[in-house]
């Protein structure tokens, strides 16, 4: 059998690319160029993955293991899917997840496309998750790792892309995973997870989106929940829901951003309780399931880092549901993921709207 190591420099993609060859498979080793710092926009970032240094540490780990290495250029697919979309999310009101949609374009449909191409039988990721084959069907899980778990950026999966992907890593912790690396002798075994979004390299978003652009995003109003003006914002794109610092306004009291209006330029403000509600309508749904009831029981993720929520879910249509939570929850988010879990299995995920 012959696999396609997506390998980004890190320890888990090095990994997993130990554990395949291990397993007796015929492997190559890619890394997707996705930006460059010969670019004036796409900076470089040595902090966060896709860097130059991590294509350098993905060719040293191939070598070896002594397993061919290439590079895929692409980056205007990177331009067009991710960082297009990131500045659209903003512009109109949302806060995107890039990582989600590099995973869903670029890592899987592109390097899935390129599989088939050169007759590979699986592309192999380094992501913390399982899949498990039931009757015909194969079903997203969690990784065994809670800590580590990234079946929520994994949602967008088709089931032709399961029947040929592997998550090696989805059975190990991550100090198992750290542990394989050394006594490999691999010298990425201690190297820090990538934390920052690929593409800004100093965690200035707005700054980027105007660099990238070129524009200016005008000034508005703070309001109130009773839509009473209560200050002036610098831009709607700088503002996302549940955020506190960086209003740049006294008001006396903590105040959180609840929502923004595109077309009015206006952010609302409120208080913390005010930021909690109970119900949100999620589209561009996939389902990972074969026959999803239209009602159900569930737990659901609105963020990465939270745990799931007793929740119930109602289909509105074959792309559309909308989600009832048992609790309130805070601060819901235009543009973020939502995931659906039974157990440790992934139901689908959707886009909140």
Known sequence: ????IAMSGGVDSSVAACLMKKRGFDCIGATLKLHSKDNDILLDNEQSCC????????????????IPFYVYDFQGDFKEKVIDNFVSVYENGGTPNPCIECNRHLKFKKLFEK?????????VTGHYARIEEKDGWFYLKKGLDETKDQSYVLYSLTQEQLGHILFPLGEYSK???RSIAEEQGLHIADKKDSQDICFVSDGDYAGFIEKYTGKKYPKGNFVDVDGNVIGTHQGIIRYTNGQRKGLGVAFGKPMYVAGKDVEKNTVTLCTNEQLFTSELFADDFNWLIPHPQDEMKCKARIRYNMKEQEATVFIVNKDKIKVVFDKPQRAITK????VLYEGDTVLGGGTII
């Open 115 to 123: 599989m088939k191409e050169l007759h590979y039988d699986y592309v």
């Open 51 to 66: 860097s130059s240094k991590d294509i350098e540490d993905a060719k040293f780990v191939s070598e070896k293991l002594n």
């Open 1 to 4: 059998m012959k696999a396609i």
């Open 175 to 177: 100090t198992e995973i």
């Open 335 to 338: 543009g973020q993921a939502l």
